[in-house]
């Protein structure tokens, strides 16, 4: 065997901060030591070797600057090594199911494989994206922020974050986004009559039902800062009958049943007569709003008043930026990977990202970390994302000599 230095491949940046002792760097490369890290510990006559391996059989579609001109076909230059060299094992067992990919690689030995490896991850990676998707660039923005701007309009007759100061005026705080939609809904669909309610809901598309109904439900809930009239003592006794749907004390587990905990007294009275009269159709409180006497409502009133609302059980959607931050966990800050087994994606191309996210959720392509991550993600979120990392400045890996044995 030839005395040549052997090399490792590292991330430029953070050469120094991976801790040498976890790879098996001493180990000979032929000798035992991790297989998969072969291309990661090449040296340069290896890479020039791949150089020629690339030549023969992949620059017809990667370039030898391994920058993917053609539509799906992804960079691969200065991908991260013992990466490429497991995928090309993936793509000989068809794992990823791509025929064109399979095909090239199907009847390369080990040997060619991992130095064409080498010789791809050594080259200078592609330059960020300016543009990135057309799609996904602001519109992922923060939809609780948006919500929020366009709430403030309601803010005059429902409270600055839905807690009502106004007898009569309806506190939206505690609400199911669900329930807030399907009301909203109502208003414009004229199902529920409120000639002001419809003029100022008929504005707004549903995108932004959508983000007022969010930032409603993750507001901190409080009382309805109003008088009520009836006497809650009493109240509470024939809260009984309505606690089965309602929930104790008004807070409703069920999306399509609203929370009545601490909603404003005088609001709670004019529903129940809606309901009564029929302006408001629903068949269950027509019948229980008939069988209750106005005394008797007001005293509901009262006693649901004084309960205090809870916060539904939603979740805050993560931005990008957030999404981002779990991913760079495993894929390196901004997508540069330091681990040789795990790709890099800053600089790769958007329609690609977004094509493999896609890949793994439907399980065409298999990964357990991958399935767990991307099962979660919104069609807006794997667009946002794959802007996201394309725009990025990538890393290069260098190949550092280190002494032999
Ligand atoms: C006929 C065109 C073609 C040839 C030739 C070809 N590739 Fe590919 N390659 C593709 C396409 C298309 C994809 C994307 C497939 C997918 O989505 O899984 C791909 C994907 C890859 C990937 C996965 C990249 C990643 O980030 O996961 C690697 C690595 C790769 N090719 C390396 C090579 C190497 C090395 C060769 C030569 C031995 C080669 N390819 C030859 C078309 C080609
Ligand atoms: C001028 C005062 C006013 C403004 C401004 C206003 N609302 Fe209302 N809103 C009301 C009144 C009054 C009701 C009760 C109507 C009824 O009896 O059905 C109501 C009812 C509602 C309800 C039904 C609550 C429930 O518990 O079923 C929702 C949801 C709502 N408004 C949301 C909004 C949103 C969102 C905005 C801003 C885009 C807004 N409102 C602006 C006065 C207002
Ligand atoms: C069988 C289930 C059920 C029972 C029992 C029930 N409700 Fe309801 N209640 C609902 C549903 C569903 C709605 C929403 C209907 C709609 O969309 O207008 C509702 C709506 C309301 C509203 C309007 C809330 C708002 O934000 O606009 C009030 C007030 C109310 N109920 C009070 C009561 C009281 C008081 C009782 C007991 C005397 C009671 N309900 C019993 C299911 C029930
Ligand atoms: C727990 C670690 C982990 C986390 C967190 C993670 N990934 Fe991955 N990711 C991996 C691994 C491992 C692979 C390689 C899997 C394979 O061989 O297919 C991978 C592969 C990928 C690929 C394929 C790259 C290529 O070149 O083909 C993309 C794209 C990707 N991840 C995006 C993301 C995004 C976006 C997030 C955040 C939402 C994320 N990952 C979070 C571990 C992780």
Known sequence: MKRSAQFLALNLLMAGMLAVGSLPTNAAPAAGGSDDLRAALATPQDITE???????????????????????????????????????????TGGRGDTQMGNVVKYMNDDALMKVSAYYASLEPAQPSAAGGAKATASKSDPVSAGKAAAAGCAGCHGESGISKMPGMPSLVGLDPKYLIAALNAYKNGQRKHDMMKTLVSAL?????????LYYALQKPGKAQTPAEGKAAAGKAAAAACAGCHGDGGVSGKPATPSIAGQDAQYFVAAMRAYKDGSRSDPTMKATA???????????AAFYASQPPQAPKVRKPLTTAEWAQRCDRCHGINGNSTDPRSPAL?????????????????GTRKSPQMAAMSDVLSEEDVAGLATYYARQKPRAVVYLALPCK
């Open 50 to 92: 791949g150089k020629r391996v690339a030549d023969a059989s992949c620059a017809r579609c990667h370039g030898m600057d391994g920058i993917g001109t053609a539509k799906g076909v992804p960079h691969i230059a200065g991908q991260r090594p013992a990466y490429i060299y497991l995928e090309l094992k993936v793509y000989q």
């Open 205 to 213: 598309g549903e995108a932004e039902l959508n983000n007022i109904a």
């Open 290 to 300: 008939a069988a209750l006497d106005e005394t008797a409502t007001r005293d509901l």
């Open 346 to 362: 800053a600089a790769q191309k958007a329609d690609y990202l977004e094509q493999v996210l896609h890949a793994y959720r439907k």
